[in-house]
T-cell receptor, first 113, second 116 residues
């Protein structure tokens, strides 16, 4: 286990609703990244937070937003849910070094009906 | 923009035989390269990384990977496969020049099945 915890593990929403996913990073890690993994695909980078600020973003619309808190935990918020948002959402923490690997949580599986 | 190709969706190998999972990449400049493994309904687990230096990188669970700059490849290998190695394997790349961003670009994954 990596020490990265995510909640909830599973959730079901309907189109148009909003969702908040939470992540506690591994002890000592100060950088958090979020990835979306659609069924049968590799993870896609959503964004990264360091020192409570977003410092990298992938090709996702503004309705995907996030927060990082002083204890380095993080939230991913998705507004106006669409059916294509159904996916496994992975949180990863790391040290803020150039060569550091990412440590992933187990993910939150979101189903949008 | 960087990209990763894993040309085989599925690799089957008999237990005890050597295994290879292929990965090629495209990136501007020099890359950092990673392999991750994913078991059903689980997150990704780090296996190994190439940063610089020796082209043969050794990682967890007896896996190793060979970096080939001229072929832009980073194939994952293991001398003797175990049934417990059956899982989904992802190759990922990040350009050294990416600065503070830790964005990884992943391939589409290769399902490895080791047959008893």
């Amino acid at each position: 286990e990596t020490g990265v915890t995510q909640s909830p593990t599973h959730l079901i929403k309907t189109r148009g609703q909003q969702v908040t996913l939470r992540c506690s990073s591994q002890s000592g890690h100060n950088t958090v990244s979020w990835y979306q993994q659609a069924l049968g695909q590799g993870p896609q980078f959503i964004f990264q937070y360091y020192r409570e600020e977003e410092n990298g973003r992938g090709n996702f619309p503004p309705r995907f937003s996030g927060l990082q808190f002083p204890n380095y935990s993080s939230e991913l918020n998705v507004n106006a849910l669409e059916l294509d948002d159904s996916a496994l959402y992975l949180c990863a923490s790391s040290f803020h070094t150039n060569t550091g690997e990412l440590f992933f949580g187990e993910g939150s599986r979101l189903t949008v009906l | 923009a960087q990209s990763v190709a894993q040309p085989e969706d599925q690799v089957n190998v008999a237990e005890g035989n050597p295994l290879t999972v292929k990965c090629t990449y495209s990136v501007s400049g020099n890359p950092y390269l990673f392999w991750y493994v994913q078991y059903p309904n689980r997150g990704l687990q780090f296996l190994l990384k190439y940063i610089t230096g020796d082209n043969l990188v050794k990682g967890s669970y007896g896996f190793e990977a060979e970096f080939n700059k001229s072929q832009t490849s980073f194939h994952l290998k293991k001398p003797s496969a175990l049934v417990s190695d059956s899982a989904l394997y992802f190759c990922a790349v990040r350009p050294i020049s990416s600065g503070s961003a830790r964005q990884l670009t992943f391939g589409s994954g290769t399902q490895l099945t080791v047959l008893p």
